[in-house]
């Protein structure tokens, strides 16, 4: 195993079962997808809890489900240009970015939408505080399995998310802010579940 794949995997020690990544020259790349997908589990419970508008379209993905449609929408963003029938596709990929919750943390323009349902539902404690964060969005066993520690870096990093989004209007700022909060996307650990459902009991 490569030094830097050795300390990726060690950082994300918490990877249920059999998901903490073997020796490849792609495992890094690997731990970036499994970090995508947690996004999206994070995302997906946000949408759960605040309802109203902000109500996820489907039921909460697997790993294997979110790729395939994650995979389909890429594909068929490269196919939109010079495509005949543009309106049909980009339908498609409207439904596919709102299933897969595409640009919820990372595109301003998406999140700055995400906010304003929030607000327009009256708010939500999630986003309130990083201890809000950890207590609606992340389970028990997650929270044992990663320790209180972490689970307030990985609050931090999403609310920072949100935080930098609020103030794109002001390029200077969200500028600032993201160039404090992106270096910490490579210390989260990865704590959702991969081979199971990922639902909380509380939202099953």
Not at 43 to 52: D, N, P, S, T
Request: a negative charge; one cysteine or more; aromatic letters at 6%.
């Amino acid at each position: 195993m490569l030094p830097a794949e050795r300390r990726q995997c060690d950082r994300n020690r918490a990877l249920p079962g059999d998901a903490c990544l073997q020796a490849s020259p792609g495992s890094v790349g690997r731990v970036e997808h499994l970090r995508e997908y947690q996004d999206y589990v994070l995302a997906h419970r946000l949408r759960v809890l605040v309802g109203g508008a902000l109500e996820p379209p489907v039921a909460m993905l697997s790993l294997a489900e979110y790729a395939r449609k994650r995979l389909e929408r890429q594909a068929l963003a490269r196919e939109l240009l010079g495509s005949g029938a543009y309106q049909t596709k980009m339908r498609r990929v409207d439904v596919l970015t709102d299933e897969t919750n595409f640009g919820f943390w990372q595109n301003p323009n998406e999140t700055v939408v995400v906010l304003k349902k929030i607000i327009g539902a009256g708010g939500s404690p999630a986003v309130e505080s990083e201890d809000g964060f950890v207590a609606a969005l992340l389970t028990q066993e997650e929270l044992a399995r990663i320790g209180p520690e972490a689970a307030q870096r990985v609050a931090r990093y999403y609310l920072g998310l949100l935080r930098a989004s609020a103030a794109y209007l002001d390029p200077e700022v969200f500028t600032r802010l993201r160039s404090d909060i992106d270096p910490l996307r490579d210390d989260l650990p990865i704590f959702v579940p991969v081979g199971e459902d990922a639902t909380p009991a509380s939202q099953a």
